[in-house]
Each structure stands twice: as C-alpha cells, then as structure tokens.
C-alpha cells in the first residue's frame, strides 16, 4: 500500500513544506508502504517545477529512508519530462513516476517513446500511470507490455483504467518482476485478484491501517477477510470521488483533525453538501468519532 500524498498549503496556498514533512509520517506510521509525492492527488499541474523540488527534498528529508519514495516526474511535454526527471533523481528519490501525457492525445508509438525516452535518462526504477480519465487517452497493455519487456528500469505501471481485462493481460503477459498497482482504490480487491500486487492509494490518508489489512489479507489469500474490510470501506471509497480528487480528501483529514490547507484554482473547496456526505459516510465507516 503506497499513498499517493496530498501537497498540504498554507493559508495563502503557498507550499507548507514543515505540515508534508509531518504528513509523510503520519502516513508511514499508518501502514503506507512508500509515498507517491506531488501525482494526481498532490495537484501536480498547479505545482509547478521548482515547487515540486523543494516538495520532493522535504519529503526525503522527513522519511530518512524510512520506505520508498516515488516522485511524479512525468509531463506532457517529452523534453521537459527528461530534464526534469533528471533534476528530480539528483535528489536521492527512490523511483519516478510518469503519467501517460494529457492533451496532446499521441498515438500508442508516442507514448512508447515518451516513457522510454524518461527511463531512459535516468538511473532509476520508474513507473508508468496510465489514467485515460485524465490523460484522455488509454495506454494498451500491447504498449505497457512493449515498455515492460524493451526497457530495464521501467518495472511496474499504477494502473487506473479500470479495464480489467487489460489489467488481466498485462498482469498475465508481464515479465517476472513487473508490478502492476492500482490507481483506483475500488479497483484494488478485483485487480489483486488478477495478479495486481497492491496500490497506490487516496483512502488510505484517513483509513491507513484498515485499508493496509485488507491488502495484506488479499495478498496473503485470505479472501474473506480481504472482501468483508473493501466492503466495509467501498462507501467512503465512491464517497471520496464523489467530485475531483483531491478536493474530498483534504476535506476528510481536515474533519480527521489533520488539517492540509485549501486547493489551487482551478479545484475549489467542497461545497456544504460534499462535506456533510462526507462526514456522514466516514462516521458509518468508522473512520471518524
């Protein structure tokens, strides 16, 4: 289980490097395996590359080697996604992280380029993030595969397609040592189930340890056990994503006691409504007192 780390703001939403310190181990104490900084849920396209250097040394700096930490180096733009994932493994970061690029809609051979042009420059195990919801393109498993079995250092892909069937073919035709992850916490049981070997994770900023068991109980074969905790918190799950990530879940730390601050336009904050579902389905969950 790695979580996918919120960026915590001060109030004049500036980065608050000393709250993402306290943060990162909150988390590690919680059950996360390693951290994703600065992806998705960290609002990567409104923080921008310096911010994200001094975001990524806080963040090593706090964990001291504690568990692996991923930076999201990737852009949408191939040039500037090799310099700066060069910059970024400089700094001692244990893997980069690059998303399929959004916008530009390339074609399965542009993509293939692209990340084997980032793997490529730099001497670091680096993931694939296929997110077709956000990218608005789908990268195959015919070119995760292409990329697996052609470039060394590119071992694992987060997964958030929702596309079992592509999830079961790469999960089947992966060479050994290949992880595929989950982007998608609902996606997590099903996905282990083909082959996935865990996740990178939102719920697990507010429901670490219980999230955290039920990996583990999946992976270890106890099925049972694994459905009866993803049942319990599927509800908060789907409540999570209810609007755009990750405007719900720095709501939920902040209803936890933890506060990380607001979101950079263009994510605003939840509206009374969002919040009083939230904090209705976290109380049935357990979650919050």
Known sequence: ???????????????????????????????????????????????FYPQKLDLFRAVIEAVDGRA???????DNCTADSVAFAQEVAALGVDAIMAVVPYYNKP?????????RAIAESVDLPVFLYNI?????????????????????NI??????SGNLGQVAEICHNAPDGFEVVSGNDADTLPMMGLGATGVISVVSHIAGVRFKEMVEASASGDHTRA????????????????????ILVKKALELQGFSVGGLRLPLIEATDEQTAELERVMRHTGVLA
């Not at 692996?68 to 990737?74: H, K, L, R, S």
């Not at 071992?155 to 958030?160: D, L, T, Y």
């Open 107 to 115: 074609p399965q051979e542009g993509l293939y380029r692209h990340f």
């Open 132 to 152: 077709p919801g956000r990218s608005a393109i789908n990268m195959t498993a015919e070119t995760t595969l292409r990329l697996a079995h052609d470039v060394e």
């Open 1 to 47: 289980m790695i979580t996918a780390m919120v960026t915590p703001f001060t109030p004049e939403l500036e980065l608050d490097l000393p709250r993402a310190q306290q943060l990162a181990l909150k988390l590690l104490d919680e059950g996360s395996d390693g951290l994703v900084v600065c992806g998705t849920t960290g609002e990567s396209p409104t923080v």
């Open 155 to 160: 071992v694992g892909v987060k997964e958030a």
């Open 227 to 246: 459905l009866r905790i993803h049942l319990e918190l599927l509800p908060l799950m789907n409540t999570l994503f209810m609007t755009s990530n990750p």
């Open 68 to 74: 692996p930490i991923i930076a999201n180096a990737g």
